[in-house]
């Protein structure tokens, strides 16, 4: 393996510059802004649901809203994540392509957001049959983020495996220089 490999450095064109990954605490950084502005989807997301569906209990209707909450990240995150970035990706000026460093496709995109949820499935199979309080199982999946988080040390290109499976990479994205009027 080459060194600009191991670095996580590849050329997509001879006049591109080194598409490096960025560090993990930017990465987590951008994970946790994510987040924050994903409540406000969420919110306005589960408002419509119980608006239209008339819910008038949380309970009511729990497994059709967890099914709609899953479509309406899946749609999100697939149309940012074919653009390039999300608005926290371009806070922290990060982009996501394939492994040639070439804008996702939708399909792409669509294959990252399913393997993404291994940030979060693999520890709740485990505990759901537990029966948990709530406070452990925020440890436990405080815990499991982290681990997946620092697991990705031992990819020779530093990406999240999610990605790697994926056949896609965060990069550094340069900040665009602000025009001189």
Not at 14 to 38: D, N
Not at 54 to 63: G, K, P
Not at 103 to 111: E, H, K, V
Not at 147 to 173: E, K, M, Y
Request: glycine letters at 4%; proline letters at 6%.
């Amino acid at each position: 393996m080459s060194k600009d490999t191991l670095l996580g450095a590849q050329h997509d064109s001879p006049t591109s510059s080194l598409l490096i990954a960025p560090s993990l605490r930017r990465r987590m950084a951008c994970w946790l802004y994510e987040g924050m502005l994903l409540f406000g989807v969420v919110f306005i997301a589960g408002y419509l649901f119980s608006t239209l569906s008339q819910t008038r209990n949380a309970l009511d209707n729990r497994h059709v809203l967890q099914a709609f909450m899953l479509v309406v990240l899946g749609i999100y995150f697939v149309w940012f994540w074919s653009k390039g970035q999300t608005l926290a990706m371009k806070t922290w000026h990060i982009r996501v392509v394939d492994a040639q460093g070439r804008p996702l496709t939708q399909t792409r995109a669509l294959l990252r957001y399913a393997l993404s949820w291994m940030w979060f499935l693999p520890p709740l199979a485990v505990l759901a049959p537990m029966n948990l309080p709530v406070l452990e199982v925020l440890v436990l999946m405080t815990g499991w983020v982290l681990v997946w988080a620092l697991v990705s040390r031992f990819h020779p290109a530093r990406q999240f495996w999610h990605d790697a499976w994926a056949g896609t990479r965060l990069v550094h994205q340069a900040p665009t220089p602000k025009k001189i009027r």
